[in-house]
Nanobody
Framework: QVQLMESGGGLVQPGGSLRLSCAASGNIFRFNALGWYRQAPGKERELVASVTVRGITNYPDSVKGRFTISRDNANNTVSLQMKNLKPEDTAVYYC????????????????WGQGTQVTVSS
């Protein structure tokens, strides 16, 4: 069983900063990519940032230059530093892990955290 425990989030004024953290655990072979997604009311869930085991990061244009993702492979944690937040960043943010469950199986499985609310408002 895989667990993703998120922390951080909350209410912040436009231009402010927040940091989200996620601790991944489970009796599995390896966590492949770790990432953050978000879902605003009435919208589809979208990728915010992801990072591979080797540290290759990916961001959509909407957050590039403002958000930074990092991971600690030794502790299976991933963090998202968000700066210069805008009202349109308001959403529930979800930690995501792509898991390789066994060494002999190359399939990936998606696991999700429970979500944490980020509200950007004055």
């Amino acid at each position: 069983q895989v667990q993703l425990m998120e922390s951080g989030g909350g209410l912040v004024q436009p231009g402010g900063s927040l940091r989200l953290s996620c601790a991944a655990s489970g009796n599995i072979f390896r966590f492949n990519a770790l990432g953050w997604y978000r879902q605003a009311p009435g919208k589809e869930r979208e990728l915010v940032a992801s990072v591979t085991v080797r540290g290759i990061t990916n961001y959509p244009d909407s957050v590039k230059g403002r958000f930074t993702i990092s991971r600690d492979n030794a502790n299976n944690t991933v963090s998202l530093q968000m700066k210069n937040l805008k009202p349109e960043d308001t959403a529930v943010y979800y930690c995501n892990a792509k898991v390789r469950r066994f060494s002999w199986e190359y399939s990936e499985y998606d696991y999700w955290g429970q979500g944490t609310q980020v509200t950007v408002s004055s």
